[in-house]
């Protein structure tokens, strides 16, 4: 197994669902020796997200396999002080500990920052929580879709027009973007550390992570301006950055920022030559102006080829589009492959999703697969320096599984 940038770096994940753990992940991916800590019986609840109604069926868990990867698993019970001294154990010999249990539980099973910080000078502890950890909604649970989607505008401003009902998030939508603000989180803390030897407190949160991502219009917002009327596709204000179906149903995205330039060679490619010395469409302002008009006539030329046809005339001519992509298409998508956006499992050929961020000079470690619940709880017991009777003791009581 190849070592990473973190190799030696020992992280404790003793949070659940998406976000946070998802960041452990990314540490694990540069080479982070990443310990899972999970609640006996069940194990973390995210383990059951694909059988919950309106998810894919399939015979693996494909939620699981995506942000458990590599991991080791400990089950403890931290509702018992034996397990909680366990735990304690582990934060005093490692680097990073993450959580988004609400604070009052961490209170309850003593991992709250006081509880831990005390215990290792240098350790990072990274809070993910809903809504921040001050105010009257610090305990308030929250998930993306509510949190993150609803609460910071984007549900809102993503509808198709002003009279369709809000869009709803497709699920994680808010929940990795998230992980690599804790992640940031994280490394900004291990490189202070370097700097002055003492470990910190770092947090990020859904709600704050989702109005950044909304934040070009809700900046306007913030400075007055003024919003126009949300137009449907088809009454959009620039056809030249519009999207159109295709003869097979699939659609494109066209960005033609540099429009003056551009628009000839977009109407050559379309067949309409004769529009270039339209009267009507003849400088930027009259395309605008007549953008209806404009857009029912790339309509009808985009309904005349497939994707693949128009794909290939437009990138043979220069022109900035995107492909509307479909989940169908990414596991022959050439140019995720080349650039490693996939990548196989370890003595598997099962693809999963590389976090996207490369360093050059470094390999990410090959993916393994997530362990079960409480699979190295032996194992991570004995490094710890646990002798086999008290490690037979702990299972006995229940605190470890």
Not at 197 to 215: E, R, Y
Not at 278 to 291: E, L, M, N
Request: hydrophobic residues 40%.
């Amino acid at each position: 197994m190849q070592k990473g940038i973190f190799d030696g770096l020992k992280v404790l994940d003793c949070a659940s669902f998406i976000a946070a753990p998802a960041a452990a992940t990314v540490l694990s991916d540069f080479g982070a020796d990443v310990i899972k800590i999970e609640p006996p019986g069940m194990g973390d609840p995210y383990r059951n997200l694909p059988n919950l109604p309106g998810y894919p069926a399939s015979e693996h868990n494909f939620a699981w396999l995506l942000e458990a990867r590599n991991k080791k698993s400990l089950a403890l019970d931290l509702t018992k002080p034996d397990a909680q001294a366990v735990l304690y154990r582990l934060v005093a010999e490692s680097d990073v500990f993450i959580t988004n249990m609400p604070p009052q539980v961490r209170s309850k099973l003593g991992i709250t920052y006081d509880h831990l910080a005390h215990l290792n000078e240098r350790l990072i502890y990274a809070s993910f929580t809903g809504y921040g950890e001050r105010g009257e909604e610090a305990n308030k649970p929250g998930f993306d879709s509510n949190a993150y989607w609803a609460r910071s505008g984007l549900m809102d401003l993503v509808r198709a027009d002003t009279n369709t009902t809000p869009a709803r998030s497709v699920a994680g939508m808010g929940d990795h973007p998230c992980a690599m603000a804790l992640y940031s989180a994280i490394v900004t803390a291990l490189y202070q550390r370097e700097k002055t030897g003492k470990g910190a407190h770092v947090a990020s949160n859904l709600m704050a992570n989702g109005v950044w991502a909304a934040s070009v219009l809700a900046q306007a917002k913030l400075c007055g301006a003024k919003f126009g009327e949300r137009r449907p596709r088809e009454r959009a204000l620039n056809a030249v950055t519009n999207h159109y179906q295709c003869k097979d149903g699939r659609w494109i995205i066209l960005s033609l920022l540099n429009e003056e330039r551009q628009w000839p060679t977009l109407a050559r490619c379309m067949g309409r030559e004769d529009l270039i010395t339209d009267p009507r469409f003849a400088t930027r302002p009259d395309r605008h102006a007549r953008s209806v008009e404009l857009i029912k006539i790339f309509d009808e030329a985009f309904a005349t080829k497939d994707l693949a046809e128009w794909r290939k005339i437009l990138d043979g001519n220069g022109l900035v589009f995107g492909v509307v992509g479909i989940l169908d298409d990414i596991r022959n998508d050439q140019q995720m492959l080349d650039n490693e956006v996939l990548v196989p499992f370890e003595n598997d050929t099962m693809l999963t999703i590389n976090s996207p961020i490369w360093v050059d000079g470094t390999r990410k470690v090959q993916p393994r697969k997530p362990p079960a619940i409480g699979e190295h709880s032996n194992e991570i017991l004995r490094d710890a320096g646990y002798d086999e009777a008290t490690i037979e003791t702990l299972r006995a009581s229940g605190a470890v599984a």
